[in-house]
C-alpha cells in the first residue's frame, strides 16, 4: 500500500456510526443463540460490520479509516452488546486492535496494511508457556497464548507478555500461527476465544513495540501519525471497549426483564409482577445503576478526548489511575445490575430460549477480565492520593 494517506469518501459521523449499529440490532439478536452455539460470530454478522466500517472507526486516516475518537468506538460497542453480548465484545477487539496496529514502527503498519485497508487483528494476553530468544534482526518465540476473541476472522495478532520479563507487543501474521479450540466456556461463548501457539516463530524488530512506549504515550507509530489521542497512554483509552460491552449487555437485559414480567403473575399470591412495587423499585434502581455507568463512561471519554488535544493530562502523577479505576468500578456496578436482574426475572429467566439468561452469563465472564479488577485499581489510586508511589512488583 502506498504510504501516502489512502482518498476516503465522507468520513461519518459519530452519529451516523451509532444509527449503523441500531439498525442491525434485531438480526444480532436473531443470531445470538448460533453465536453461542457454534462458539464463533456467524460469518454475516462479521461481514456486515465490515460493511458498517466498524474495525475503521479508530483506524488512521492514512491507512484508509475514520481516525474518529474512542467516545464513538464505545458507542458502536455499547449498542451490539445490547442485541448479543459476544457481537459487542468482538465489535470492541476488531476496533480496538486497528488502534493498536497504528502504534508499531511504520514499516510494521505498511506491511500489516499492505494490499487492503480492510484487515482484522486479534490479540493473546495471556501465556500459558513461552519462551523468547533474542536473534539477529529481531526474536523467536515459541508458546502457547490464551483468549484470542475472534480469531477466527483475523489476518495479523498481536502477541503481548511473551515471558515473566518482557511485555513488549509483537505484531504475528495469521500464517505463523496453529489455533487450539479450548473455547468450552459458560458465558461470551460467541467471542471464539481460542488458544493460539507459536513454534519457534521469527518476529523482526519493527514488529515489535516496547511497553515502555505505549505506557508514556511514546509509540513510534504515534509519533509518525501524529494523532491525538496517541500522545496519551493506549491503556487509558483502550480499556473502556469492554465496560462499554458491559454496559450494553446490562441494557439489553434490563430491556428483556421488563418485557418478561408483562402479563406474569406472583406463583402464589396471583399479583401480576408489574404491579408489584418491589419489581417497580429494583427495575428502577437498575436502569438508574446503567445510567450511572454510562454517564462514567461518558465523562471519561470526554476527559480524555480534552487531554489527547492538550497532549497529556493535567494531574499525570493522580491521573493515570483515573481511567481504569471507573472502568474498573463500571464493571463491578454492572455485575451486581446483572445480579438483581436475575433474581427479578424469575425461573423462566433460565431456559436458553430465554436471552435473559445468556446476558446474566456474558456479563458473569466479562466482568472477569483482568483489566477490570475493582481491588487493583482501587489500590493504585489511594496510593497515588497519598503519593506513595507505584505498588512494588515482585
Not at 514499516?107 to 539477529?136: H, I, P, R
Not at 471464539?192 to 513495540?209: E, Q, T
Not at 433474581?343 to 445468556?358: E, F, K, W
Amino acid at each position: 500500500m502506498n504510504i501516502e494517506t489512502k482518498t476516503q469518501a465522507r468520513t461519518p459521523t459519530k452519529e451516523e456510526m451509532i444509527a449503523r449499529a441500531e439498525a442491525m440490532l434485531p438480526a444480532l439478536r436473531e443470531r445470538a443463540a448460533e453465536a453461542e452455539k457454534n462458539r464463533r460470530l456467524p460469518d454475516e454478522t462479521v461481514a456486515e460490520f465490515r460493511a458498517a466500517g466498524f474495525p475503521k472507526i479508530l483506524q488512521p486516516k492514512r491507512f484508509g479509516g475514520y481516525e474518529l475518537a474512542p467516545d464513538t468506538a464505545v458507542e458502536v460497542i455499547r449498542t451490539i452488546s445490547s442485541a448479543c453480548g459476544s457481537s459487542g465484545w468482538v465489535t470492541n477487539l476488531f476496533v480496538i486492535h486497528t488502534w493498536q496496529a497504528s502504534l508499531f514502527p511504520m514499516e510494521a503498519q505498511l506491511e500489516y496494511w499492505d494490499g487492503s485497508d480492510d484487515k482484522l487483528c486479534s490479540t493473546a494476553s495471556f501465556a500459558m508457556n513461552s519462551k523468547m530468544e533474542e536473534v539477529d534482526g529481531g526474536v523467536r518465540l515459541t508458546g502457547r497464548w490464551k483468549f484470542s476473541s475472534g480469531c477466527d476472522f483475523a489476518d495479523w495478532f498481536i502477541i503481548m507478555k511473551p515471558s515473566a520479563t518482557c511485555f513488549d507487543w509483537m505484531l504475528i501474521p495469521r500464517k505463523d500461527i496453529t489455533f487450539i479450540d479450548d473455547w468450552l466456556v459458560s458465558g461470551l461463548s460467541g467471542t471464539g476465544s481460542k488458544d493460539i501457539v507459536l513454534d519457534n516463530v521469527f518476529v523482526p524488530a519493527h514488529r515489535r513495540v516496547s511497553i515502555m512506549d505505549l505506557a508514556t504515550g511514546n509509540s513510534p507509530g504515534m509519533k509518525e501519525l501524529g494523532i491525538p489521542m496517541g500522545r496519551l497512554p493506549f491503556g487509558w483509552p483502550a480499556i473502556w471497549g469492554i465496560p462499554a460491552a458491559l454496559i450494553g449487555m446490562a441494557e439489553g437485559m434490563a430491556a428483556a426483564v421488563q418485557k418478561t414480567l408483562v402479563g406474569k403473575k406472583a406463583l402464589f399470591t396471583g399479583e401480576v409482577q408489574v404491579e408489584r412495587v418491589a419489581n417497580q423499585m429494583k427495575l428502577t434502581e437498575c436502569l438508574t445503576d446503567i445510567h450511572a455507568a454510562t454517564l462514567i463512561m461518558r465523562h471519561r471519554m470526554a476527559e480524555l478526548n480534552k487531554w489527547a488535544e492538550a497532549g497529556g493530562a493535567p494531574n499525570p502523577a493522580l491521573d493515570a489511575y483515573l481511567s481504569h479505576r471507573d472502568a474498573a468500578y463500571v464493571a463491578r456496578l454492572i455485575g451486581q445490575v446483572a445480579y438483581k436482574l436475575t433474581l427479578m426475572a424469575g425461573a423462566t429467566s433460565v431456559y436458553l430460549a430465554n436471552p435473559i439468561q445468556r446476558f446474566q452469563r456474558d456479563i458473569n465472564v466479562g466482568v472477569t477480565h483482568v483489566s477490570l479488577v475493582w481491588e487493583e485499581a482501587a489500590e493504585n489510586y489511594g496510593r497515588a492520593l497519598w503519593e506513595l508511589g507505584p505498588k512494588p512488583r515482585g
